[in-house]
């Protein structure tokens, strides 16, 4: 894992994409994030959202086992 500083931090770009394509399940949003962070993991991924969702900005919903739906809370 490479830790480089980017001008725009994680969670604002994951409510950015979420606000042009609406709810994504966590596969898809990853794909999204991959193409401005190349190395991102799934724990710094998991960070992002958890600290979205205590804020009230996001929603996760569990769909399966291993999947997770995340959406714009409705008041965003």
Do not use: D, Q
């Amino acid at each position: 894992m490479e830790k480089t500083w980017t001008p725009i931090p994680l969670y604002t770009t994951i409510v950015e994409i979420l606000t042009k394509k609406g709810s994504l399940n966590e596969t898809e949003l990853l794909k999204e994030i991959g193409s401005k962070y190349k190395n991102i993991s799934i724990r710094e991924l998991n960070n992002a959202l958890m600290k979205l969702e205590i804020r009230g900005a996001i929603r996760v919903t569990r769909l399966l086992k291993n999947k997770r739906m995340i959406e714009l809370a409705p008041n965003v």
